[in-house]
């Protein structure tokens, strides 16, 4: 994994402390998914995250990795980025829900390049049901790299 100099998201924008109860919940509860590879708490490049690695199998040769990072904080605002590495460039997809003076406070950056500003949309509030379905939303554009 390449570690980031830069922080473009998931900057303290909620003003809330990060909720690391939360995030090693939802650690615990990722660890035990297939699709991962691994699942970093709270890695030494970004000490506020829980980082998902996917397993390479569920992507053709010309995506290299393949990584869902989570940030929650304690209002129940949360950045949530997906990130793919091809040969040939980048593909990312960002979730938020927080203040933002580009969006509504629920918003999405869409890929490929996950542009500011993004587009304004409504979450799940309950945390379990925007994990579920980020993770649908994923598994949608793997499923898509097998039927092109």
């Given amino acids: 994994m390449t570690e980031r100099s ?9 003003g809330a402390p990060v909720d690391f109860d ?7 509860r990722l660890e035990t998914n297939e699709r991962f590879e691994r699942v970093d708490s709270h890695p030494a490049f970004a000490p506020n995250r829980v980082v998902c ?5 569920f992507y053709p040769p010309t995506v290299e990795t393949a990584r869902v990072e989570y940030i929650w904080f304690k209002n129940g605002d949360f950045t949530i980025q997906y990130h793919e590495e091809h040969t040939a460039g980048t593909f990312d997809h960002r ?5 933002s003076d580009h969006n509504a406070r ?8 996950a542009p500011t500003p993004g587009i304004d949309t409504s979450h799940p509030e309950d945390w379990r049901d925007v994990l579920t379905a980020v993770l649908q939303e ?11």
């Fill in 6 to 14: 830069d922080d473009t998201w998931g900057r303290d924008d909620s």
């Fill in 22 to 28: 939360r995030l090693e919940t939802i650690a615990d």
């Fill in 53 to 57: 690695v996917y397993e390479s199998a």
């Fill in 95 to 99: 979730w938020d829900r927080h203040p």
């Fill in 106 to 113: 629920e918003h999405i950056h869409p890929g490929p390049d």
């Fill in 138 to 148: 994923i598994e949608e554009r793997q499923r898509a790299f097998w039927t092109e």
